[in-house]
């Protein structure tokens, strides 16, 4: 980009532990607010998994995490998706499209008015734990799995 081309953010989303929206996440920040806390047990069984021991296997030594509320919230039919196809998404691909319409509300922009528009997302995606469960041997899939655990879907 040289010197003569503008670039305006006009929409911003995101979810944080703690924070839904980028305010709330400001105001954390602000407040210093720490969003890191022990693994709940509803979240799986912590003695199962954890030992403070770093060279005991398959187990690891941190019990503590930053979690987003209602990641199980999602409204498949309001992004015209099948029950089934929604069940075989990461998360990751599900909070990317609840994200992307919080943006497009953040700007007042139509989402019509974007067509054929210079537009751009930029999407930082990590952690493969839903793709390592949904391809385990012991779990059923069917053809929607392929679509739900790749991040090129993201794009």
């Known amino acids: ?29 602000v407040q210093g607010v720490n969003s890191i806390r022990e693994i709940p047990p509803e979240r799986w069984d912590i003695d199962q998994y954890y ?19 209602n990641i199980d919230q999602f409204d498949n039919r309001f992004f015209s998706i099948s029950p089934r196809e929604a069940k075989n998404m990461d998360p990751q691909q599900r909070l990317l499209l609840e994200e992307t319409w919080h943006c497009l509300e953040d700007s007042g922009v ?4 974007l067509q054929e528009k210079k537009t751009s997302v ?28 790749y991040d090129c879907i993201l794009a």
């Not at 030992?51 to 509320?69: Q, Y």
């Not at 734990?129 to 012991?138: G, M």
Request: proline share 6%; aromatic share 12%.
């Open 110 to 113: 139509a989402l019509k008015t």
């Open 1 to 29: 980009m040289n010197g003569s081309e503008e670039l305006a953010i006009i929409g911003m989303a995101c979810r944080f532990p703690d924070a839904n929206h980028y305010p709330e996440f400001w105001q954390n920040l």
């Open 51 to 69: 030992s403070p021991l770093i060279d005991e296997p398959n187990k690891s030594i941190s019990k503590w995490c930053g979690l987003l509320d």
């Open 122 to 149: 930029y999407v930082g995606v990590m952690a493969r734990d839903f793709f390592v469960d949904a391809c385990s041997p012991d779990v059923v899939t069917d053809s929607y799995a392929a679509l739900g655990v």
